[in-house]
Each structure stands twice: as structure tokens, then as C-alpha cells.
């Protein structure tokens, strides 16, 4: 399969080296990276142990023929610019997979690719961005896949199947929508609160106090969800953020991170689009929107 990946940077990097064991990969990033593959090839460290030459590519502009697959790995604020580019390289047999975190980056590729063309996924793998040319592979978790409308056509299988063949453990999602309705509940729960207490994940649940404000806020986005048409068990959904907390208790959540870098996160994408959807609906969006303020309040 002829692969392209825009947004060289933790999870692309590390999706990348594993797919070019069966398949033509590019990966596209920016420049300190790319030229420090080009020069050194591309290292992964920790779970798994890589150092491969892969295609590395500033712009698109370099590739002269229609890949099979886009994969988009940039943060979600990222995303409308990394399309906009890739666009001149999605053919009409192109698929376009988002593997991006957040309840809006499918619906910005939308505006300017037909959804017919689109897939999504999560995934439970952790990378971390190292330094340019090196990726840790943090933590091994799983991947889904799926349309977006839930069918499992025989163009998802034939991607999940790509992944397994070269060790990504993957599944067909039945309902994609709904895995990232609950990637973004979990990551609303956690990731502004490390932030704001600049705390590991695990210190969550050491913390009885933090761990009721876990609760709450988990409760308030599943909400949101479910006055937005999805059907979540509260239980369910605080049950498997704490799962997440536990088995990630020694990481720095991704915005944990962003936010020591000095860089942008992706709370618009999560919380802020929790109130958003929740301000529509006319309930709840307290915590939420808290947390949007308290974060704002660090970086002011
Ligand atoms: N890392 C993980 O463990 C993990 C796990 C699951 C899901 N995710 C999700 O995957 C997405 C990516 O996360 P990440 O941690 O891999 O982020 P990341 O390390 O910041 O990687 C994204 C990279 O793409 C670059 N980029 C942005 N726009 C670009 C463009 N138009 N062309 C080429 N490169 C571009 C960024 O550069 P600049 O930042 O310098 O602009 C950055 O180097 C997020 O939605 C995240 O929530 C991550």
C-alpha cells in the first residue's frame, strides 16, 4: 500500500516506521525532523526498538504518485492547514484516515474532502517526541478503525488487516464515532486537571479529592454526550477513565506536555468542544468550562 503520513511527529513517526515494514510510506513533517531522518534515518526507542530509512518530505510536494492511504497525525488545531496541503495529492481512490484525538477533526477534513473518503480511528498507543530523528514508544496499546457510518467494508478490513500484518494490533470499529465520543470524554477527565496540578496521571487517583473532581467532570462531558444522541453508562465511561489513569498512571497526559513545551493544546478540540455542544443543548458545561478558564489562566 502506498501510505502517506501528514504530521511527522510522536504517534505519526511511530505509525510510519512500523507500516513501511509491507508498505511505502512518506512521511511528512517539519523541517529539524525531517532532516534529522534524512541524515540519520528515523529512531524509535523504548517499546520498540527501530532505526529505519524512511521517505521524509517537508511538503507534499515532493511525491509524485496518488497514495492509497493519508493518514493525518497533527494536533487537532492543525488539522484544517495539513489538509488544505494534502489535498493536492488525494486522488478520487485516495482514503483518508484521521488517527487525531478530539471531537472536531473529522468534521474539519469534511470541509474539504468528500466524507465518503474519510475514515477515523484511536488508538491506545503512546509516543512521545523525544528528539528530531527519535520517538519513544512510550506504552503498546491497540488501535480501531472505522467508517463513518460503522460499515465494515471491505476497504476497513483491508487497512485493519495492513495494521495487523505488521504487528499494530487493530480492530474494525463498529462505531467510530462513538470510540471518539469516548476518547474525548476520558481525555476531558484527565488531561486539563495534570495539567493544572502539573501532576503524572496516576496522582489522580492518589489524590481522593482530585478523584471526585475526575468524577464530576467525567460525569458533565458523558452528559453532554448523551444529551447529544449517544448512549453512555456513567459508570461505564468513569470506570474506564479510571482504567486509564491506572494503566498510565507514571505518564505526562499530551497536554501536560504541550503545555511544558510552550506549545498549543488540543483543549478546544476536547472540552471546548464539550461546552460548545453542551451551551447548544442548554445544560451543564460548568466544569468544563472551568477547566478551559483554569488552563487559560496558566498560559495568560
Ligand atoms: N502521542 C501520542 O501518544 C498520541 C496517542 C494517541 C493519539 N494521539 C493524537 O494524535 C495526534 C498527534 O499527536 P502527536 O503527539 O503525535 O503530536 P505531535 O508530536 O505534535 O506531532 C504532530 C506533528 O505534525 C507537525 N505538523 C503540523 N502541521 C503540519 C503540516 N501541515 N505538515 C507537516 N507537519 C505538520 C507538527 O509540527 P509543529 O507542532 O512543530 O507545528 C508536529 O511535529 C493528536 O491529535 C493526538 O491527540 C497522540
Known amino acids: 500500500m502506498n501510505i502517506v503520513i501528514i504530521g511527522a511527529g ?32 528515523l529512531v524509535i526507542e523504548d517499546k520498540t526498538q527501530l532505526n529505519v530509512k524512511i521517505n521524509a518530505e517537508e511538503s507534499v510536494d515532493r511525491i509524485t504518485s496518488f497514495p492509497d492511504l493519508l493518514i493525518l497525525t497533527v494536533k487537532s488545531y ?7 496541503e494534502a489535498r493536492k495529492i488525494i486522488s478520487k ?32 498507543h503512546g509516543a512521545f517526541f523525544y528528539k528530531p530523528g527519535f520517538i519513544k514508544h512510550t506504552g503498546k496499546g491497540t488501535t480501531i478503525l472505522g467508517e463513518l457510518n460503522g460499515q465494515k467494508t471491505k476497504r476497513i478490513v483491508n ?9 499494530i494490533e487493530t480492530i474494525v470499529s463498529k462505531n467510530i464515532i462513538r470510540d471518539l465520543w469516548t476518547k474525548a470524554i476520558v481525555n476531558s477527565s484527565i488531561n486539563p486537571l495534570t495539567t493544572f496540578f502539573q ?7 492518589k489524590n481522593p479529592i482530585l478523584e471526585k473532581l475526575v468524577e464530576k467532570v467525567c460525569m458533565e462531558s ?39 513545551k510552550g506549545k498549543k493544546t488540543e483543549i478546544e478540540s476536547i472540552n471546548g468542544k464539550l461546552v460548545e455542544i453542551g451551551r447548544k443543548h442548554d445544560i451543564d458545561v460548568s466544569l468544563n468550562e472551568m477547566l478551559i478558564y483554569s488552563i487559560e489562566s496558566l498560559i495568560k
Open 199 to 205: 501532576c503524572k496521571n496516576g496522582y489522580l487517583l
Open 222 to 260: 458523558t452528559n453532554i454526550a448523551n444529551t447529544d444522541g449517544l448512549n453512555l453508562s456513567y459508570d461505564e465511561m468513569f470506570e474506564k477513565t479510571k482504567e486509564v489513569i491506572r494503566n498510565t498512571s507514571e505518564n505526562q497526559s499530551s497536554m501536560l506536555q504541550s503545555f511544558k
Open 159 to 167: 487497512i485493519v488487516d495492513t495494521f495487523n500484518g505488521i504487528g
Open 10 to 41: 510522536a504517534i505519526g513517526s511511530l505509525f510510519g516506521a512500523l507500516l513501511l515494514k509491507n508498505n511505502n510510506v512518506w512521511l511528512i513533517g517539519r523541517k529539524s525532523h525531517i532532516s534529522a531522518i534524512k541524515k540519520s534515518g
Open 78 to 84: 492543525d488539522t484544517e492547514s495539513a489538509i488544505l
Open 93 to 124: 481512490d485516495t482514503i483518508v484516515l484521521s488517527l487525531q484525538n478530539g471531537l472536531d477533526s473529522v468534521d474539519k477534513i469534511k470541509k474539504f474532502v468528500d466524507c465518503k473518503k474519510i475514515i477515523a480511528g484511536v488508538t491506545t
